[in-house]
């Protein structure tokens, strides 16, 4: 089955600083690559995701690039503000199986 | 709409009790999921179904039985509860077409003593 590695486990930037998150996924078959954000007490809600024939999408001040030659994918937050503080997590998809990987855990100091 | 709402938030439950967790989505999704999710392992599927009246297992389905007898619900199970099914339980739907975006749940805290 698929496994997907999510570096680092945990993060903490400046206020306005950029912060960068990696996944790498195993199965070469997954073809759709979203980003989930959990706050606390609640459940992941989608921020932005990638199709495996898409290099890179761009959402205000989110971005996601794939390689799939490499089979990885990154989440880079630019201008970070404190709203961003929340656990992120990466996922891989092939048909209706979505794989996530463990999570990291950004906080945003002011 | 109310999106994916599940029962109940909380709750604690000693070893050897049963229960069963109801998820419920508004939005006319063929796709419905069980996820637990414990620190440091991300969420991981149990269950999922692809339309009413089916069920397949996921990656960590043992110990668990799930029920899909009408579209919007989907039941997770625990027939017999052990400590280790201590964990944060979401659910989650999708359209079977498109990106299949996953729209989950507030969650269940479930404590098994």
């Known amino acids: 089955g698929e496994n997907v590695e999510q570096h680092p486990s945990t993060l903490s930037v400046q206020e306005g600083d950029s912060a960068v998150i990696k996944c790498t996924y195993s199965d070469s078959a997954s073809n759709y690559f979203p980003w989930y954000k959990q706050e606390l007490g609640k459940g992941p809600q989608l921020i932005i995701d990638?199709?495996?024939?898409?290099g890179e999408k761009k959402d205000q001040r989110i971005a996601v690039t794939l390689n799939k030659t490499a089979k990885h994918f990154s989440l880079h937050i630019t201008e970070t503000q404190p709203e961003d503080s929340a656990v992120y997590f990466c996922?891989?998809?092939?048909?209706?199986?979505?794989?996530f990987g463990t999570g990291t855990k950004l906080q945003v100091i002011p | 709409n109310a999106g994916v709402t599940q029962t109940p938030k909380f709750r604690v439950l000693k070893t050897g009790q049963s229960m069963t967790l109801l998820c419920a989505q508004d939005m006319n999704h063929e796709y419905m999921y069980w996820y637990r999710q414990d620190p440091g392992m991300g969420l991981r599927l149990i269950h999922y179904s692809v339309g009413e009246g089916t069920t397949a297992k996921g990656e960590v389905p043992d110990g668990y039985n799930v029920s899909r007898l009408k579209k919007q619900n989907f039941l997770l199970g625990l027939e017999s509860a052990a400590p280790s099914q201590t964990s944060v339980y979401f659910c989650?739907?999708?359209?079977?077409?498109?990106?299949?975006?996953?729209?989950f749940g507030p969650g269940t805290r479930l404590t098994v003593l």
């Open positions: 990638i199709r495996s024939n898409v």
């Open positions: 989650a739907s999708s359209y079977w077409t498109g990106t299949n975006e996953q729209f």
């Open positions: 996922a891989a998809r092939f048909y209706q199986k979505v794989t």
